[in-house]
Each structure stands twice: as C-alpha cells, then as structure tokens.
C-alpha cells in the first residue's frame, strides 16, 4: 500500500487534520527506521507492518483509549496485505502505548520501531527523544511509581537511539527526515510561501530512496520566473520519464526566504521532496540571462556547494550549466563541472546515462572519471579540461592587460572545439502533455507549445538565432496534439505558440486559423507572441480580433531602412503602415514599437528615423480612423532597449556604446519622439545593458567580479530595484579586472571560440539554414 | 444552474492565498470537464465565489465554493469525484450540493461567524486560562493598516463568540472557538491566539497551534451548509 492510501484510510476514519498530520509523520519516521536497521543487517522486522501500525498508529485517537480502539478498528479493516500482517500491525498499534524498550538492539522488535518512531517525533516534526522525555514526564509527575517506570524506559530508548546511530553510521534525525529540510516553520513567516511548497497540479515527486539517480533543476530566479519557461517545463518531464531518474525543482530563494534559511542554519532546499540540493547526484542551472549568474552564484552557496568547481569533492554534486548563456560560459565557468551547449533534451539524457554507468562501475577515476565520459557527449564540456592562457595583446588596444590566446587541453583524447546538442527532429523529441501548474500566478499564465526552434532570419545581432543549429519545425498535427493535451491537463483557458519568429512557421495562417476555431469550441484562447500580424490574412486576424484585442508588438530594432538593412533585420516602413492598415479597422488599438539603440554603425539620424517612423505610424492612424469616419482610438508606444553584442553573433566583435553615450542617446531620442504628440516611451537602463554586455563577452577571469559581486549582496540583478551598478563596478575592480570590453579588436582570439557549430539541419524553407 | 462544494484545503496547500486558490479551483473544474459560467462583461471572469476566505496558513474541513455551471444535472454525475480526480494533496471535496433556488444571495452574505479548532501542546492548565481570558469585558489588539502600515487599536471582545475546550490531556489542548466572521466584523484566528498568548503570557510562536477551520456559520448559528441540506449529490 502507498503512503497515500493509509492518508485516505485516515480521512475515511474522519482523523482530525493534526492527527493525520501526527500519524503521517510517525508512519515516515517509522519507515526511515525500519529501512536504516534492514540495511544494517538487522534481522525479524515486518517492514509492512511497521509501515501500516506507523501511519494508522493513531487512527482512533479521537476517541476513548485510542490504541485499543485503533487496534481493534485494524483486526476489522480490508487492507491490501496478508491477514497475519495486518494483525502484526494491530497488535503494534494495541501496544504503542505502553512499549517496554528492549535493552539491547539485538531485541528490537517491529513495534519498538514504531514506538521509538512516535517518541521522537512531536505533532507531525522531528523533535529528538529528550525533547519528548520532558513532556512525558511532566505528565506522570504526581505519580512517582509510574514516572520511575516512565524514566526507567527512556533510559533504554536512549540506549537503543544510541545503537541505532552506532550501527546504521546515521544520525536518528538524518534516518527519520531521510534527510529533508524542515522548512514548513519557515513558510509562515515568508512573503508568498506557495513559491516554496511544491505539490502543483502535474509535478511528480517519486521516492527517493528508490531512484538511482537524483537531478535537481536549478533556476536562477524567482519561482514564478522559472515556472513560465518551457525549457525547465520539457526537461523536468523527460527527465522524470526515466525510471531510473527523478527531477526536483528550486529557485532562487526571495531575498526575505534567503535570509530565514540563513537565520534557521537551513541549506536550499527541492520543491519535491525537500531535500538538501547538496544531496543530489547532478545540479543542473540553467542560464537565460546573463544578470541572472549572482543568483546563481547565491544559490550553490546557500546550498553549501563549494562555489568553485574545483573545491568540490565526493560528497558534492556536480554542478552543471545548461542554457542560452552557454554560447558563452566562460564567465561563469570555473562555478560548474560540466557546460551544456545546445539542446537539453539531448544532452541530458546521455548525462544521466553517463553518470549511472560511471556509478555504477564504482565511481572509477573518481570525479575527473564522469567529467571525462561526459565530455564524448556532444556540446557538452568540462571547464577545468581546457585551460584558459592569457597573454598581453599591444596592438589590440588593450594594452599590458592579458587577454584570451588560447585553451591547454588537459588530455589528448579531448575535443578541440565543443560544439553543440542539437535535436533534429521535434516530433520525436519529448515535450510535456502534463506542463506543471505553477501555485501563484506566473509571469505567462497559459499552456506554451513550441512550434519551431531556431530562426530563419538570423538577425546580426541575435543571440537565439545564432545559437541554434538550424531550423526544426513541430508538425501542425503534432501541435494541436500538444495544445489539447495541454489545455486536458492543466485546465488552462490559454494556449500560445512558441518560437523565435512565429510568422515564419510554413502553414502559419493553417495551424493558427483551425487551432482558434478548435480552441474557441473550448473556451479557450490563443495567444500568439512574437508573430508578425503582416504575414496573417484578413480571415485570420478577424478571428484573432473577435476574441483578443490587446495590444499588437512590432519589432523594426532600428529607425532607417539603411541600419535595417545593416543588421539584417526584414521589416520595411511599408510593412509597419500596412498592418495598421489591416489592425485598426478589426479593433486593435495599442500598438508597441521595440527599438535598438547603440547598434553598430549607428548614427543620429537612425534615431531620428525612430521618432519620424512613431509620426508616420500615427499619421497613417489618423487617416484611417477619419476614412472610417469613427473616432480615433490608437495608442503607440516607442520602446527602447540597449544593443549589448552577443558572443556567437556575427556583431560578436562590436564592442557597443558607452554608458554616457548611450545615456546621451536616449534623452535625445526622448525629445525626438515626445515632439510626436500621444506617443509612450519607455527604455532599459543602460547600465543594466552595461554589465549585461560585460558578462556576456567576458572570458573566465571575469568569475570572480561575478563571485565578489554576489558576495557584496548582488542578486536579483534583473530586477531594476535589486540592481546597483556601483557594486558591479567594485567587484571588477576588486578581481583586477577593467569594466570594459576586452575582444572588440578583430584580429584577437575569442574566449568563446571554444564552442565550435553544430550540425545544420537545412530544410531548404524561406531563406534556408546557415549556421 | 449553481453547485456548492465543500471542500477541505490542509498539507502543503494552507500556504496557498485565496486568489490562488480560486485559481486552482477554477483550473480542476476545467480540468474535470465542467465549465463554469464566465459573466458577460467586457472582461469575463468565472461565476464563482468562496463563501468565506480562509487567512493563509490556516487548514480547513469546510471552505464553501459556489459556482455556475452550464452542464445539466446529467453532467453532474461523478462531477465530485473527477474533480477531486484533478485536486493536488491537500484539497479534496467533501460534498456537492445543489444550491436551492430560495436562497437568492451569495453564501458569503450569509456568513456570520466560523468555528476553529486550536490544536497546541506545552500550554498547562488551559481551560483556566482560556475562561479569564473569555471573561474579560475588553480586550485590544494592535493592528496595522495593510495599505499605509499605520498602526491602531482595535477591540476585539465584541468578535470573540465562544470557546470550549475539547481536550486537554496533561498539556495537549484541542479548544473550539467561535469567532465572527462577517463582512467588515471578522477576527482572524491568529490575531485572536495571539491576544489570547499575549494575556495569559505564552509565546505564540513557540506554540504553533494548528488551526483549523471546522465550520462556517450564519447568524443563526448553525453551519450554512444546513440550508443546503436535502440537496446534497
């Protein structure tokens, strides 16, 4: 029977909630005991009677003499058990009570197993057995005879405590927790505590003593961040699809959380089963974003991870990163044992099998024997194998400061250059029916199905695009399969389609016009991020209008067709004014424009573009609200982000403007466009963009302004009222670093060339594939 | 037509807040295959309402959710059992009644007060001190102000309806309190353990009782799931 089915057999009896709580936590304790002494050779325990007496120990504790009541309730009840086993366990509850402890451990029987459980854990928490003798004896005070025999019998429960730690090596608190981290007093006291207790609709927490293989998911960000983002989504599922596997999550603890695990000496702990993410077999990060690597950095020491990859040891797990960033880890490469370059669903299998065959051949060669096995998997390396050699460059503008040369491999057999996971088909690959349900309201609410990965387009600047081998579609078939599965299994009202650049799906006006005529059947909606309106037809939009009016995105990056051209993005003025044209008239009103500034080759007149491009958008608006003859309902506004160079990009080399020129830049182009009457503007903060850019083009020295920069409190860089330029200054300072770009001089060699192309997958679509 | 759930919510899920819950709520009964009726304004939202919201950290035995369905009574069979099918541990639906037609307001305007349960061990000689504390004519507690963080007086006496002890074994308490719970007169469970800790010169936190809801109640007393009796599925 599961450790559920005895919750229900308590329901069913109408326990009270402490009472199950009560006999649920013995019921664990009792297992963990009966566990650690079988394991240490300990001979005649009923490991199902224990299990049974433990979690129904208290089944009639409601009432009158509750142990002769709950063993009689047992003699009666129809458990999935033999006969004789269910009496055994009658018999344990009829005397857990009044249990004479054996003297020595040779004598331990089943029901001292579940007594000692129930002595040692207080309502439903691990307390100790001299927590509770003082309870016990402040009953019995007025009755000396009986508080002798009382005191008598704890003397020998403290005996056997003793043997039990002597003979399973484990402390009794570590047997009866199983190790877990007694986090609920915490959740009380924490600002949304549901972003802690784990348990949502579709998560899966297994047993972990009967997984071989433990893998904890790390996000570097909050909870209701990493529980929007589909790549955690995919992994945990295949992951936990292996039997031989499970997959817990954390996040980064809020700052409030942080300190009350500090301040109760709690390690960070998995969602699952609250364990330790010191306790698990590998640790795998993800890194989205550059700002995102403190908190990283925070959480492996909250963890008590050795932070550096090379003070881990055998107790420790391996730390690996996995991610966007991992165009370029090298920054934050001596934190993690093992970098993950492309895509995790073929990675991270062949790790786990990787790391299971090297377990299981005895730990051979030690830490360095899995580092080196899991170094043949494609796109994935080992930092510590490839050692950075830096040499002064004159003639590349940066003087007598070191930079990048090249790699020393530690053994022959390595690969030169890295490359890259790349799944070729997705129809084959996995992606979850079951999406987890996150508890608190998350950043996108709704069921996310990927139709394509990678980009045709390959904008000069764009990360995401360069750092996928190819373009893979998801079949339409395939699609809406997922997107019903999904919406099935989460009773979400929302589904949106995934991918870089939604407009260029082949069959785009197909997939989108059946799926909202299905979904709307099902009261359901799409949303459709990141999808050129232009590319739609008339029908499709109508339907798009009919239930979804919000607010349209277009994304020009810059004001002339001239930088346009330059950093090859495919979207001409025409283009802009022909959706207003389309948009207006079905009811669409609000209107973005994303822009770039500080692009290469940049100039003022490109930012003049910007504000021209708002005042013909605008002027079209007009027009065409006046030919309609209604009233004029449009909003507009110019956003504007800050163009920081990508590693792996073919601006790679760009070394991006300065904070002032920058700065300078937006109060200019504030002017420009607030001459444009009833046009928004927003921009990003340049030194965010700043320290983003530094991060994202450092080599590995620049592990330790990341290192000093967390230490000084940097967390949550991301997060505009968390983020202190000052400090970012100081910690690159204080690592004998300069703020500033180190590869911008073409002729020098990149710390990144280490990560060499995957394999393209051409499909011969729009534009083709290049890599 | 409406249905009434009761519902339980404890374990893990007490940590849950109430807009969450309804959330999760509306996501089983989707997930169940039900559909709730959305009202038709300019922002629909789903016609469903908890009679009494439940302060976090609290459990319950008797949370009161009302919605509108638009499946027929031959789409009510087994509507409990697949959604409790969809419910994560820690919330399961105890009951399902169809709301009477004579009962023309929300549940919620006929709330009136809420029975809780206080589970606690290390408090000795409790029934004493839990009578002096009921006799008091007056007792005020601090209370900050949400939104400005302004910090005021309030009385409370007025809202403490009752209490009786269950239990008391050797330390072990299990009392019964009666609190109100009416719109704009409501006395959190935690706010009066806490004044009650604070006049008998206990720690609450050292406490920890577990608090659970076990009835919500109208003016009459009696559980509001008694003017439902009759309809029960």
């Not at chain 1, 790790?351 to 899995?370: E, M, N, S, T, V």
């Not at chain 1, 209604?630 to 909003?635: D, Q, S, T, W």
Request: some cysteine; proline content about 5%.
């Amino acid at each position: 029977m599961k450790r559920e089915d005895y919750l229900k057999i308590l329901e069913a009896h109408g326990a009270p909630e402490h009472v199950k709580r009560h006999c649920m936590a013995v019921g664990d304790a009792a297992v963990g005991i009966c566990a650690a002494l079988s394991e240490a050779g300990a001979a005649g325990l009923d490991a199902v009677a224990v299990r049974t007496a433990g979690y129904l120990h208290d089944i009639a504790r409601a009432g009158k003499d509750h142990d002769t009541a709950g063993a009689a309730l047992l003699r009666e009840m129809d458990l999935a058990m033999p006969e004789e086993t269910r009496l055994a366990a009658a018999d344990i509850v009829e005397r857990h009570m009044k249990l004479n402890f054996p003297v020595g451990l040779d004598g331990i029987d089943s029901a001292a197993v579940v007594s000692l459980a129930d002595r040692v854990v207080k309502e439903d928490r691990f307390v100790g057995y001299e927590a509770r003798m003082e309870d016990l004896l402040k009953r019995y005070e007025g009755v000396p005879e009986v508080a002798a025999r009382v005191h008598e019998n704890m003397e020998r429960a403290l005996s056997l405590i003793a043997q039990i730690e002597a003979a399973t090596g484990r402390a009794l608190r570590e047997i009866v927790t199983g190790g877990r981290v007694d986090a609920e007093p915490l959740f009380m006291k924490a600002e949304r505590p549901g972003r802690y207790i784990g348990g949502e609709i579709n998560s899966i927490r297994k047993e972990w003593n009967g997984t071989p293989l433990h893998f904890c998911f790390a996000f570097p960000d909050l909870y209701e961040i990493g529980m929007s983002y589909t790549g955690m989504q995919i992994l945990y599922g295949l992951l936990n699809a292996r039997e031989d596997t499970l997959c817990e999550r954390a996040f980064a603890p809020a700052e409030d959380m942080a300190r009350l695990l500090a301040e109760g000496g709690l390690p960070l702990f998995s969602l699952e089963n609250r364990m330790p993410v010191r306790g698990f077999d590998i640790v795998g990060f993800t890194l989205q974003y550059e700002l995102c690597y403190t908190n990283a950095v925070r959480m492996l020491g909250q963890s008590g991870i050795p932070v550096f990859a090379a003070g881990r040891g055998d107790g420790d797990p391996f730390v690996v990163a996995g991610g966007p960033c991992c165009a370029n880890a090298e920054p934050v490469a001596p934190f993690f044992d093992l970098v993950c370059v492309g895509d995790g669903e073929e990675a991270l299998p062949a790790l786990a099998d990787a790391y299971l065959a090297w377990k299981q051949g005895g730990r051979r060669d030690g830490r360095d024997g899995f580092l080196l096995a899991a170094s043949k998997i494609p796109g994935v390396y080992a930092p510590a194998f490839y050692e950075p050699v830096y040499e002064t460059a004159p003639e590349s503008g940066t003087g007598a400061f070191p930079v990048f040369s090249r790699y020393e491999k530690r053994y022959p057999e390595l690969p030169d250059r890295v490359g890259r996971a790349v799944v070729a088909d997705l129809d084959a690959a996995f992606f979850p029916e079951r999406p987890l349900v996150s508890h608190i309201e998350s950043v996108h609410d709704r069921v996310a199905v990927e139709i394509m990965r990678g980009c045709y387009r390959k904008c000069r600047f764009c990360q995401a695009s360069y750092a996928c081998a190819g373009v893979r579609k998801r079949s339409p078939g395939r699609v809406k399969e997922l997107v019903f599965a999904g919406l099935a299994n989460t009773g979400s009202d929302e589904a949106s389609l995934l991918s870089l650049s939604t407009g260029d799906y082949p069959g785009i006006e197909a997939l989108v016009s059946d799926l909202m005529d299905e979904l709307s059947r099902a009261d359901a909606a799409l949303s459709l991020p990141s999808l050129r309106l232009d590319s739609l037809k008339g029908d499709t939009l109508k339907k798009i209008a009919e239930y979804k009016r919000t607010g349209l995105t277009f994304a020009p990056e810059a004001g002339t067709q001239r930088l346009r051209d330059f950093i090859g993005k495919q979207i001409t003025e025409d283009d802009l004014l022909r959706t207003l044209d389309i948009c207006l008239p079905l009811g669409f009103a609000k209107y973005k424009l994303y822009f770039m500034i500080g692009l290469p080759s940049e100039t003022y007149e490109d930012l003049d573009g910007i504000a021209e491009l708002a005042g013909k958008a605008v002027r079209r608006a007009k027009e065409i609200c006046a030919a309609r003859g209604g009233a004029y309902r449009f909003h507009l506004s110019v956003s504007v982000s800050n163009f920081a160079p990508k590693p792996g990009t073919p601006f790679e080399r760009a070394c991006g403007d300065g904070e002032e020129e920058l700065l300078a830049k937006i109060y200019y182009l504030k002017d420009a466009v607030r001459k444009v009457k009833g046009v928004g503007f927003k921009y990003h903060d340049t030194r965010m963009s700043r320290i983003e850019m530094l991060l994202a083009k450092g080599d590995r020295r620049c592990a330790g302004a990341v290192l000093r920069a967390a230490q000084q409190g940097a967390g949550f860089d991301s997060w505009r009222e968390h983020f202190s330029y000052e400090n970012w200054l100081a910690a690159f300072e204080g690592a004998g670093l300069p703020a500033a770009d180190l590869y911008a001089d073409g002729a020098l060699p990149l710390p990144w060339s280490l990560i060499g192309p995957g394999k393209a997958y051409d499909d011969g679509a729009a534009g083709g594939a290049e890599v | 037509m409406k249905l009434v759930f009761e519902f339980t919510k404890t374990g893990n899920l007490v940590y849950i807040s109430h807009l969450d819950l309804a959330r999760l709520f509306l996501r089983a009964l989707r997930m169940s295959g039900q559909r709730p009726a959305y009202s038709h304004g300019f922002n629909p939202h789903p016609k469903m309402s908890f009679a009494l919201p439940l302060p976090l950290g609290l459990h319950s035995t008797c949370e009161l959710l009302e919605f509108e369905t638009d499946a027929g009574a031959e789409g009510l069979d087994g509507v409990m059992m697949a959604v409790n099918a969809r419910l994560p541990e820690g919330m399961r639906v105890t009951a399902c009644f169809e709301k009477p037609g004579d009962i023309p307001k929300s549940l919620a305007s006929y709330a009136a007060a809420s029975a809780y349960e206080f589970m606690c061990e290390g408090v000795a000689d409790a029934p004493a001190l839990l009578a002096s504390f009921f006799a008091q004519g007056s007792v005020r507690v601090m209370k900050k102000d949400k939104k400005t963080g302004a910090k005021s007086e309030k009385e409370i006496r007025p809202e403490m309806i009752g209490c009786r002890i269950v239990k008391d074994i050797r330390g072990r308490m299990l009392a019964e309190t009666t609190l109100a719970a009416a719109p704009g007169q409501t006395l959190n469970p935690l706010v009066f353990f806490g004044a009650f800790c604070g006049a008998a010169g206990l720690d609450p936190e050292a406490l920890s009782p577990i608090v659970t809801r076990t009835a919500i109640l109208g003016a009459d007393g009696r559980p509001l799931t008694a003017m439902l009796s009759g309809t029960e599925w």
